[in-house]
Nanobody
Framework: QVHLVESGGGLVQPGGSLRLSCVAS????????MAWFRQVLGKEREFVAQ????????YYADSVKGRFTISRGNAKNTVYLQMDSLNPEDTAVYYC???????????WGQGTQVTVSS
């Protein structure tokens, strides 16, 4: 079991920036790709960004491309999401996701609230 803890959410004005962090602990030996998703109350959870184990494969949702940057720490058990040029449509609970083991198993964090408002 991989345990994920997110941090870094908060309230920011439109045009501002936030940096989310997610730290994985527990059975991290088989940790593979990590990702960020977000969810607005009453809507489905949506994909934001994903990064492979070696950081050589990175994917973004079209809605955040050019504004958000996903990266991985040197220890590989940490993933970051740098969010720039935030707008109110980015308001959501952001969840960290990790794939680990074989067959791959999904793990989710508890989420961190990001609110973009003036």
């Amino acid at each position: 079991q991989v345990h994920l803890v997110e941090s870094g959410g908060g309230l920011v004005q439109p045009g501002g920036s936030l940096r989310l962090s997610c730290v994985a602990s527990g059975r991290t030996l088989g940790l593979n790709s990590m990702a960020w998703f977000r969810q607005v109350l009453g809507k489905e959870r949506e994909f934001v960004a994903q990064i492979s184990w070696s950081s050589d494969s990175i994917y973004y949702a079209d809605s955040v491309k050019g504004r958000f940057t996903i990266s991985r720490g040197n220890a590989k058990n940490t993933v970051y999401l740098q969010m720039d040029s935030l707008n109110p449509e980015d308001t959501a609970v952001y969840y960290c996701n990790a794939l680990s083991g074989s067959p791959p198993q999904n793990s989710w964090g508890q989420g961190t609230q990001v609110t973009v408002s003036s």
